[in-house]
């Protein structure tokens, strides 16, 4: 059984940067295409990006491109989120996902795999 498991969260002001982290098991991690998604208060889940199986493509969401960057860890089985210039507008929970099925695709309904979220606050 796949498993993520997020890590890296936390409160930041504005202009600040976080790195998160996700560490997959349970599965070949070649295998897996991975995405972020955020989610705000009232508001869907979003994807942020996503990076296909072997990191040759790469989503950004208009609004966070220039901004973040996702990266892969094949060793370590780890995708990761780094996030620059952080504004108040990116508060949100912050979900890893893997689609098992696609090799690149950033559709929430694609994704089969989540993790457990991890709270991403940006004060102003």
């Known amino acids: 059984q796949v498993q993520l498991v997020e890590s890296g969260g936390g409160l930041v002001q504005a202009g600040g940067s976080l790195r998160l982290s996700c560490a997959a098991s349970?599965?070949?991690?070649?295998?897996?295409?991975m995405g972020w998604f955020r989610q705000a208060p009232g508001k869907a889940r979003e994807c942020v990006t996503a990076i296909s199986k072997n990191g040759g493509k790469i989503y950004y969401a208009d609004s966070v491109k220039g901004r973040f960057t996702i990266s892969r860890d094949y060793a370590k089985n780890t995708q990761y989120l780094q996030m620059n210039s952080l504004k108040p507008e990116d508060t949100a929970v912050y979900y890893c996902?893997?689609?098992?099925?696609?090799?690149?695709?950033?559709?929430?309904?694609?994704?089969?795999?989540w993790g457990q979220g991890t709270q991403v606050t940006v004060s102003s």
């Open positions: 349970g599965r070949t991690f070649s295998t897996l295409a």
């Open positions: 996902a893997a689609a098992s099925n696609y090799e690149f695709v950033y559709t929430r309904s694609a994704y089969d795999l």
